[in-house]
């Protein structure tokens, strides 16, 4: 049955969506659970591996998931070619990443993270394993295994970490976790989809050709988003890198949870329709405002419980983190307004283009930290936020002069639901301020912050819609799904 692209896009978002709250679901009982029976130090630890088995699978990063994806129906030779490239990139990887502990050992400053990345360097390895069948399937929009295939590793890797937490009381609960998910991702992924593949190099050539700019920009575009903790690891001890760590998770949590499995099928769509530059051009509006009406409120919504949050969910030894997740919450913003434009350019193969803007920003939160070294994590944190807001202006700009959107177009895209959360933020601010209890405080601040948004959104976007009418578009399909669902 053949299935439409707007079709497609909300069967993505819909099982993402699936995913990443059964995930979340598991990972906050998870995370909690380990707050309490592990140390922010252990924490540390656990993210200073994370960030170097990330940063060296973003080396070995060839783009198979995007090649599959934006190219034609491809012949079973070239599924395992290009299968065969992101194994091979990949087990290098894990060959250097397992050379390089001691090194990174001593970066740190921490003896024990030697054994540590000895034993994470199977990751990329596995990674490396993983079924390009997947890709196939998310291709043609068969998203529902795909995700399965996520849902059962992170519960593995959840429970294994709770296991080995309550019997060891250390890092390594969280390291064999990591380790548990990427196992069983991969074995299921062949469970799903049993397709075979072979080893083979006949299509590398015009592979790499394709893969060369996004291996580039993977690089780039991993050290600009996650330099600050490869920084901070030679900066601050263990403790500090768990605080900023676990205070990035949280703040970001809407983003992750929300943004990122909405976005998942827009590279799939936007790729069919790039060649129709009047839909190409609506597709992209229409994805921003979901973007914009869903995050921004978000990162104040955070801002504005930051601190009965930490209080009463993450408990007295995080209690630090409340200033980190308050100036690190905006960031999900930039971010939201990265993703749209990282995957606009990349189909117009414009990499070159993400690539410098990465590398202009990446070496401005270098010099930052590097200057500021001894100012401590939260003015560390807080030049973090000034870059990303500087880096928001660019993302900006390119959207107007690359990308040709319309001012008018950018300035209506932000303004319904940026004045809607600012007011939002002032008022449940003051109203969580007549409350002592920080349970309490989140229990009046989460209902009255959506109430406020919602009516305040609802009614900018009826103003202005004959100016933009996305923002009332979104309105009237939520309300739409609303009435059907109270009509059954």
């Not at 980190?324 to 990265?338: H, Q």
Request: proline share 3%; net charge positive; with cysteine.
């Amino acid at each position: 049955m053949h299935v439409t692209d707007n079709e497609g896009l909300f069967h993505s978002a819909k099982w993402a969506l699936i995913a990443n709250w059964y995930g979340r679901l598991i990972g906050i009982v998870n995370t909690l659970v380990l707050l309490k029976l592990l140390t922010p130090a252990d924490f540390g630890v656990a993210a200073l591996s994370t960030f170097f088995v990330s940063m060296f699978v973003a080396f070995s990063h060839v783009g198979v998931a995007h090649f599959v994806i934006s190219s034609d129906d491809m012949s079973e030779g070239e599924l395992d070619s290009i299968w065969t490239l992101g194994l091979v990139t990949k087990t290098l990887t894990a060959l250097c990443l397992y050379l390089s502990a001691g090194w990174i050992a001593d970066y740190v400053n921490n003896a024990e993270m030697s054994e540590v990345i000895q034993i994470v360097a199977i990751i990329p390895f596995l990674s490396g394993l993983r079924n390009v069948a997947l890709d196939t399937a998310e291709k043609h929009y068969k998203f529902k295994f795909v995700i399965a295939t996520t849902m059962v590793a992170r519960t593995a890797g959840a429970l294994i970490s709770i296991i080995l937490a309550i019997y060891l009381q250390s890092y390594w609960a969280l390291i064999i976790g990591v380790i548990t998910s990427a196992t069983v991702e991969t074995l299921v992924g062949y469970v799903f989809f049993p397709r075979r593949p072979r080893l083979s190099c006949r299509h590398w050539g015009a592979q790499w050709g394709f893969s060369k700019w996004l291996y580039i920009g993977s690089v780039v575009g991993y050290l600009r988003s996650r330099v600050d903790v490869l920084l901070l690891g030679n900066i601050s001890d263990a403790r500090g890198v768990g605080l900023y760590s676990i205070s990035t998770e949280f703040s970001w949590l809407p983003f992750n949870e929300l943004i990122v499995p909405i976005n998942r099928g827009f590279f799939s769509v936007a790729s069919r329709i790039k060649n129709d530059s009047v839909e190409f051009y609506q597709r992209l509006i229409q994805q921003l405002t979901l973007n914009m009406l869903i995050v921004i409120p978000c990162a104040f919504g955070m801002m504005a419980i930051a601190d009965p949050f930490t209080d009463s969910i993450l408990g007295e030894d995080w209690i630090d983190a409340s200033s980190l997740i308050y100036t690190l919450s905006p960031l999900m913003i930039v971010m939201s307004v990265y993703g749209v434009l990282n995957t606009v350019l990349t189909i117009k193969k414009r990499m070159k283009l993400i690539i410098f803007s990465d590398l202009l920003f990446l070496s401005c939160i270098v010099f930052y930290f590097i200057s500021y070294q001894s100012s401590g994590i939260y003015i560390l944190a807080q030049g973090r936020l000034w870059i990303g807001l500087l880096f928001l202006l660019w993302l900006v700009l390119l959207y107007i002069i690359v990308v040709k959107l319309r001012i008018s177009d950018v300035v209506l895209l932000f303004i319904p639901p940026m004045v809607s959360s600012l007011m939002m933020y002032a008022f449940v601010s003051w109203m969580i301020s007549f409350f002592n209890s920080s349970a309490m405080q989140l229990a009046v601040a989460i209902p009255s912050g959506i109430i406020i948004y919602s009516s305040l959104y609802l009614f900018l976007s009826y103003q202005c819609r004959t100016l933009y009418p996305y923002h009332w578009k979104c309105c009237e399909y939520v309300l739409s799904k609303m009435r059907r669902y109270h009509a059954y």
